[in-house]
């Protein structure tokens, strides 16, 4: 039973994990989105989803929880594989749309900008070290 368990949690999707990602954010119980949808995503569905038992839920599914959740249903749509991500956004794709999601206070966001300048420059210092041999 708790290697099952282990399984579904090692099976999300990028899509189950972005939805869990928010719904954790917003402190909602798989119980309370059934309820904030008006039973329209059951509990155990949105469990399927998050777990990536479901890949791709029904387009009416994801905008439910686009207007729950306040999150953006092309993102959604484009984890679902409904759609492409737009041509330029592919430059700059990475985890920030779903850190978007996740309500940020301007410190917060300071913060991850912060850290994200220490470790390019970090690794900028490693880089130029390993061209430079030992002579640094």
Do not use: C, W
């Not at 700059?92 to 900008?113: C, F, I, M, Q, Y």
């Amino acid at each position: 039973m708790a290697e099952k368990a282990i399984s579904e949690q090692m099976a999300s999707s990028p899509l189950g994990e972005h939805l869990a990602a928010i719904r954790a954010d917003r402190k909602l119980s798989l119980r309370r989105v059934e309820e904030l949808t008006n039973k329209q995503v059951s509990n155990p569905y949105l469990n399927q989803i998050e777990t990536g038992k479901i890949l791709q839920p029904f387009p009416n599914i994801l905008y439910t929880l686009a207007n729950v959740y306040g999150a953006s249903y092309e993102k959604l749509m484009e984890l679902a594989g409904y759609i492409s991500p737009a041509p330029d956004a592919g430059a700059r794709h990475g985890k920030l749309p779903t850190l978007s999601e996740l309500n940020l206070t301007d410190g917060e966001e300071l913060e991850l900008a912060s850290y994200l300048k220490y470790i390019r420059e970090r690794d900028a210092r490693r880089t130029k070290g390993d061209k430079g041999g030992e002579g640094g």
